[in-house]
């Protein structure tokens, strides 16, 4: 079983940054993804970015791309995920996820493994 653990979440003024931290049990799944996702009251879960296991391919979704990076650790079997000039709007509960099923990186439906979540309030 793949355990994931979200941490760095918090609360943060408007403009400011915060970087969230997703540690893995295991180093490697092959293929597939490492990915984040965001919840946020009454909303559906949105996929903001992943990072291949190749470690070579980075994806982001474009409500975010410019101010948010994605990146890993493989020493610290961690992934990254920095998040600069928040704004109101990206208060929600963080997930990361991990897989390795066939399909588009932004689909929820191709990860297998899930992290509890982290709270992410930016406020104006």
């Known amino acids: 079983q793949v355990q994931l653990v979200e941490s760095g979440g918090g609360l943060v003024q408007a403009g400011g940054s915060l970087r969230l931290s997703c540690a893995a049990s295991?180093?490697?799944?092959?293929?597939?993804?490492m990915g984040w996702f965001r919840q946020a009251p009454g909303k559906e879960r949105e996929s903001l970015a992943a990072?291949?296991?190749?470690?070579?391919?980075?994806y982001y979704a474009d409500s975010v791309k410019g101010r948010f990076t994605i990146s890993r650790d493989n020493a610290k079997n961690t992934v990254y995920l920095q998040m600069n000039s928040l704004k109101p709007e990206d208060t929600a509960v963080y997930y990361c996820?991990?897989?390795?099923?066939?399909?588009?990186?932004?689909?929820?439906?191709?990860?297998?493994?899930w992290g509890r979540g982290t709270q992410v309030t930016v406020s104006s």
């Open positions: 295991v180093r490697t799944f092959g293929s597939g993804y």
């Open positions: 990072i291949a296991w190749n470690g070579i391919s980075t």
């Open positions: 996820a991990a897989g390795a099923r066939g399909g588009a990186w932004y689909l929820a439906a191709i990860y297998e493994y």
